[in-house]
Nanobody, 124 residues
Framework: QVQLVESGGGLVQAGGSLRLFCAASGRTFSSYGRGWFRRGPGKEREFVAVISRSGGSTYYADSVKGRFTISRDNAKNTVYLQMNSLKPEDTAVYYC?????????????????WGQGTQVTVSS
């Protein structure tokens, strides 16, 4: 089993930045891709970004490309999401997820473990 705990969310003005953290505990040595998803008010859950186990490959949703950066520190079992130039439409609960089967998963069913989420609110 793996436990994922997100942190770093909060309230920020448009144009500002936040850094999200996803700390993993448990059987983390079998981790493959680690990703971020989000669910905005009244919206479906959507893919945000993913990083491979080595950190050598990343992939982003078009809506965040150039503004968000995903990274990971395997020694700390932590994945980060640096969010810059935030927009009100980025307001959502952000979820960290881990896959035990895929290197660069982008669909929810490709993930095996999920965190509880952290709220990000961007005011205009």
């Amino acid at each position: 089993q793996v436990q994922l705990v997100e942190s770093g969310g909060g309230l920020v003005q448009a144009g500002g930045s936040l850094r999200l953290f996803c700390a993993a505990s448990g059987r983390t040595f079998s981790s493959y891709g680690r990703g971020w998803f989000r669910r905005g008010p009244g919206k479906e859950r959507e893919f945000v970004a993913v990083i491979s186990r080595s950190g050598g490959s990343t992939y982003y949703a078009d809506s965040v490309k150039g503004r968000f950066t995903i990274s990971r520190d395997n020694a700390k079992n932590t994945v980060y999401l640096q969010m810059n130039s935030l927009k009100p439409e980025d307001t959502a609960v952000y979820y960290c997820a881990e896959s035990r089967r895929f290197s660069i998963p982008t669909r929810p069913y490709e993930y095996d473990y999920w965190g509880q989420g952290t709220q990000v609110t961007v005011s205009s």
